[in-house]
Structures are given as structure tokens and as C-alpha cells.
């Protein structure tokens, strides 16, 4: 069983434990903090909600959640060991020279600090010290996939792809920075868009809703899916970045922003600041924002990977991961996954037509099984649905697991009919049926025809022992 232990809970180190254990791994967890099991149920609870709604896929079975009284007991039998106590270099060297002394001989390391360099947590750890690096994650971490992966000249090549394997094989990308700086480099641009609008409130330009506004409203959804440096490739035209640079490049020596200059944190800015937040969304709970930004999370990146760009392009690549071969059940379980949060409508239940998209879902998952797959579909053939019929029996919500049962009706020559029983997994609930009569169709006439001898032989096959049932 692969096991992952986390040294300080929190924020960062809760949002670990969750991605951790619901991709599949054991979790062992030390923390001072008397509320720590509370705290890191919490954020839990908000990962075990929302990060299955970003695959189509079933996930693992989740891991085990165990609280451990020392550090030693913690990262026993942990193939990975996370840090995320606090930015205090003093802590941190003393928690891995704890580790250290316990951990597994072949145990990596990674730091969640977002200021330090690797350099600076290896010093005194000897021949541990090859171990460590940073890997620097962003809130929540059950959701955004990136992770700075920050080695210094210590960490042996094997070592540093052995983290990236892990990384990525829990759903992160691991974005490998090849050299040392202080902040690595997320946070040097989120540190000047920090400071400049410091500046802005305290100058009585705009206040934090406004320039959240700035934010959300414009470049930050460019940024989303194309970033920096692409998004200027686009805004230069046909000409691409040497005219955008050409044109705007000059800009760069003009007065427009305080990025070299720090305002005084008093306690009228911080007053001022806070009271324009407070009145920007005071009236909701921190839980209640953590809830809408974990569900606008998911539904960007579900957008996203239903274009295969950026976060949704490394969804794709880490599902495919979790895919696995029917088993050879009757009837098949077809799928097995989580209704997502962007297929619910104003009533808060799932739209009728996503009962659909489950049901279309579950037939290509068979034809896959019998081989009428993506190839075969490239070689010209295909099934095409000719006729549904949808029961829809209960209401079913966003987060709510489910899986579709599928039975074969029919298969002889070009007729193929389906079965499928949607139920809810809490419960088994029947929420909808569907009965779907297809075609077998060459794609090169669009008109119906037998299958290929292979399929035919396969669907031949499953008829038959779905026929006993």
C-alpha cells in the first residue's frame, strides 16, 4: 500500500492529506494542533465533494486517514513525506532533522514552503539531504495541480523524477524549476500583483472588490487557459510577439506601477483593507467561500478539459491513468464516477440532459470493451443511436456518486440494444433507466451495415451470457 505522511496539517498540509488519500494512498498525519483532526476533516470534506467531480472516471478507493502523537510514528513506512509547518527556518530544519532519523531510507521529501530554497532546508541533514526538495503547492490542493518542484545540486537526477512519477501519478503537475530563487516562480508574480494592489487601496484608487473585479472580469480568465507570454503572443495579432513587444515594449520604462516599492503596513492600511473585504463578502462564512470557489474551480476545469488546454489538459493525461478494462460482469458496470457541479440546473438537481451524456458515456464504454473503439471508429465504422427512451425516477445532486449498469438486449447483425440502470451509490437508489437501439453504420456511405467479424464475435458473446440473466 503506498503511504504518505504529513508533517503540519493546516490549510496546505489538509489540502495534501485529501489529494493524497483520495487518489488511493494510506495518509499518516502530525500535527500540534490540538484541532487538527477537526480542521483537516474539513478540508476533507471539501476535497472528498469536489475532486471526484472533475473525473469521468472511477477514482481509487480512498486511502486511510490515521493522527499520529510524534513525528517518528508519522512518517513510518511513508514513501512520501510532506512538510508544511510553519515559515520558520529554525522549524523546518529541526522537523527534518526529526525525519531523518525516522523515516524510510528510500523516503522522499518534499516542502511545501513557498519562500525558502532547497539549499536552505538541507543544510546540516547530511546525507539526508539528497532527499529533500521543495514542492510547492497552491490552495486548495486537492484541486489545482500545480506543485513547484524546486531540487537544488544535492538531489540526484533519479531522485527528482522519482517525485515528479509520484506527483503525477496523484493528479499534480509538477512544474520543475530548474534553478534555485527565492519565492520560485508563482509567487514572484502573485507577491508584484500583491504589492501593486496595496498600493491602489491605499491610494484610494480602487478598493479590493474593484480590483478583485479587475481580476476576475479580465485578464485572469485569459490567464486560465493560455498564461503570460501566449496571451501576449494573441493581443500581437497576426504578427505575433515581436509586434506586441514592439508596440508595448516602451511601456515598460514608463512610471505606471510601485512594484519596487513596498507601502508601510499600518494599522490604518490594514484597517482599511480589511474593512472594504469584510464589506466585499463578510457575509458569507469562510466555509461558504471555500464552497463556491471549489465549485468554480471545477467547472473551469472541466471546461477546460473538455478543450484539452492547460489544468484540463493534465486531467485528461492523469484520467487516462485511472482508466481500467471492463470487467467481465453481467451486467458491466459501464460507469462509475461523480455528478459534477456544472451539470446541475436551478433546481439543484442534475439537468435532464446530462442523463444523457451519462447514458451515451456508458455506451461508449461498452463499445470500447468489444473493440469498436477510437481505431475502429478511425477505420470507418461506428454504432450511431438510433432511438433512447429515459425514465427519470429520482432527483439526483451534484457530489453524489453513482454508477450505470449496463445489459446487452440485443446483439445480432447491425441491431445492438442496450439496458442501463443509473443508481445512486449511497444508497442504490434507481434514479433513471434508459433503453437505446442502435446501429451498426459504415461512416464512409453513412448507411447501416454488419459490424467487423471481431466485434461481431465479441458482442456475440456478451449477448449470450447476458441473455441467462
Known sequence: MKTAAIIG????????????????????????????????GEVMANGRRTLPMLYDTQMPPCGAISYHATVAEAVKGAQWIQESVPERLSIKNAVFAEIAQNADADALIGSSTSGYKPSELQENQGSFASRIMVAHPFNPVYLLPLVELVPSSKNPPEYVEKAKEILTSIGMY?????????????????????????????????TTEEIDNSIRYGFGLRWAQMGLFETYRVA??????????????????????????????????????ADQSDAQSGDKSIRELETLRDDNLVAMMRALKQQGAAAGKSLIEH???????????????????????????????????????????????????????????????????????????????????????????????????????????????????????????????????????????????????????
Open 319 to 469: 484520467e487516462n491513468t485511472l482508466r481500467a478494462p471492463l470487467p467481465e460482469t453481467v451486467p458491466l458496470i459501464t460507469q462509475s464516477r461523480t455528478v459534477p457541479v456544472d451539470w446541475t440546473d436551478v433546481n439543484g438537481h442534475m439537468n435532464e440532459g446530462r442523463y444523457g451524456q451519462v447514458f451515451s458515456d456508458a455506451s461508449e464504454e461498452l463499445m470500447t470493451h468489444i473493440g469498436a473503439d477510437r481505431a475502429y471508429i478511425a477505420a470507418g465504422n461506428s454504432y450511431f443511436t438510433a432511438e433512447t427512451t429515459i425514465r427519470y425516477l429520482n432527483e439526483t445532486h451534484a457530489g453524489e456518486g453513482f454508477s450505470v449498469a449496463t445489459r446487452v438486449l440485443l446483439g445480432e447483425g447491425k441491431k445492438l440494444q442496450l439496458y442501463h440502470e443509473m443508481r445512486r451509490d449511497v444508497d442504490q437508489e434507481l434514479l433513471a433507466t434508459c433503453d437505446q437501439f442502435l446501429l451498426h453504420v459504415s461512416l464512409e456511405t453513412r448507411k447501416s451495415c454488419p459490424p467487423l467479424p471481431e466485434v461481431e464475435a465479441r458482442l456475440a458473446k456478451l449477448a449470450a451470457a447476458h441473455k441467462k440473466v
Open 9 to 40: 496539517g493546516g490549510v496546505i498540509g489538509g489540502g495534501w492529506a485529501a489529494r493524497f488519500a483520495l487518489m488511493g494512498w494510506d495518509v499518516r498525519i502530525f500535527d500540534t494542533d490540538p484541532e487538527a483532526e477537526r480542521k483537516i
Open 236 to 273: 500581437g495579432g497576426e504578427a505575433g510577439m515581436k509586434h506586441f513587444m514592439a508596440q508595448f515594449g516602451p511601456c515598460l520604462e514608463w512610471p505606471w506601477s510601485r512594484l519596487t516599492d513596498v507601502p508601510e503596513f499600518t494599522e490604518e492600511l490594514v484597517d482599511l483593507i
Open 174 to 206: 509538477p512544474l520543475h524549476v530548474r534553478s534555485e530563487i527565492d519565492a520560485h516562480i508563482a509567487d514572484r508574480f502573485l507577491e508584484s500583483v500583491w504589492r501593486e494592489a496595496l498600493w491602489l487601496v491605499k491610494d484610494g484608487v480602487a
